[in-house]
């Protein structure tokens, strides 16, 4: 088994006074027992090996001791016979609706077949039945689940669901940019865009550092006119026309 349930309370109220190592050492007992299906060896050295604390065999026989059986076979655990036996019974169980469903619907095609032989050749049908649904993508990590939401608004207003694909394309360009996650998105609801492009981001930089260059031409025009028309002969300043 590579999945069991593990019921937190129910575990503290019977390991609520073994030590850390103690602790430690059930757990890992568990996994092993889970994961292989069959009971710990008897050799305590040899178990200490097996869950990786070659230095705590004193904690591993007392764990042992406590919560599992010694057999010929070897150490088994109560718990976990019970919870591999559940699981294989269900996993049984599935099994065999699933070749019960398997059979009915074999048999219904092999009648509807014996029904009506159509001689005339089929092509096959290009067309899918039924589309595979994307998959939504969760806020990322590196990602503020705020400005994440603002910009899923944005893309939803747009028609855009959010899917692996194009999360991962949009990322590509955040990274041609040099921007990071947070930094492409705050840029993208900031501009109330949908989606980002470098090419896009690259212009507007342009354009910005074109409307500020012309700005600072102007001030500079003014200030020049400003200062060539308070000045006067006197060396007193006066504003023009006065």
């Given at each position: 088994?590579?999945?069991?349930?593990?019921?937190i309370?129910?575990?503290?109220?019977?390991?609520?006074?073994?030590?850390?190592?103690?602790?430690?050492?059930?757990?890992?007992?568990?996994?092993?027992?889970?994961?292989?299906?069959?009971?710990?060896?008897?050799?305590?050295?040899?178990?200490?090996?097996?869950?990786?604390?070659?230095?705590?065999?004193?904690?591993?026989?007392?764990?042992?001791?406590?919560?599992f059986?010694?057999?010929?076979?070897?150490?088994?655990?109560?718990?976990?016979?019970?919870?591999?036996?559940?699981?294989?019974?269900?996993?049984?169980?599935?099994?065999?609706?699933?070749?019960?469903?398997?059979?009915a619907?074999?048999?219904?095609?092999?009648?509807?077949?014996?029904?009506?032989?159509?001689?005339?050749?089929?092509?096959?049908?290009?067309?899918?039945?039924?589309?595979?649904?994307?998959?939504?993508v969760?806020?990322?990590?590196?990602?503020?689940?705020?400005?994440?939401?603002?910009?899923?608004?944005?893309?939803?207003?747009?028609?855009?669901p959010?899917?692996?694909?194009?999360?991962?394309?949009i990322?590509?360009?955040f990274?041609?940019?040099?921007?990071?996650?947070?930094?492409?998105?705050?840029?993208?609801?900031?501009?109330?865009?949908?989606?980002?492009?470098?090419?896009?981001?690259?212009?507007?930089?342009?354009?910005?550092?074109?409307?500020?260059?012309?700005?600072?031409?102007?001030?500079?025009?003014?200030?020049?006119?400003?200062?060539?028309?308070?000045?006067?002969?006197?060396?007193?300043?006066?504003?023009?026309?006065?």
């Amino acid at each position: 088994m590579h999945y069991y349930q593990f019921n937190i309370g129910d575990y503290q109220s019977h390991t609520a006074h073994l030590s850390l190592e103690e602790d430690l050492a059930y757990r890992r007992l568990l996994d092993w027992c889970y994961l292989h299906e069959r009971p710990l060896p008897k050799d305590h050295k040899q178990i200490a090996r097996l869950i990786r604390m070659p230095t705590h065999s004193e904690c591993i026989a007392i764990v042992l001791l406590e919560f599992f059986q010694e057999t010929d076979e070897g150490y088994f655990s109560t718990r976990v016979e019970q919870e591999v036996q559940r699981v294989n019974d269900k996993a049984e169980k599935a099994r065999c609706s699933a070749r019960k469903r398997w059979d009915a619907n074999a048999l219904q095609t092999q009648s509807k077949s014996n029904a009506t032989q159509d001689t005339i050749p089929k092509t096959h049908n290009t067309i899918p039945i039924r589309e595979k649904k994307a998959t939504v993508v969760a806020c990322p990590l590196t990602v503020e689940q705020q400005v994440w939401s603002d910009w899923l608004q944005i893309r939803k207003a747009k028609g855009l669901p959010m899917t692996e694909t194009a999360w991962s394309q949009i990322q590509n360009e955040f990274r041609k940019s040099n921007l990071s996650d947070q930094q492409g998105i705050e840029y993208c609801c900031l501009s109330n865009w949908a989606a980002f492009k470098t090419a896009w981001y690259e212009k507007n930089m342009q354009e910005q550092k074109s409307g500020l260059s012309k700005q600072g031409q102007v001030n500079q025009n003014v200030m020049s006119g400003l200062t060539r028309g308070l000045i006067k002969g006197d060396g007193n300043v006066k504003l023009l026309g006065s």
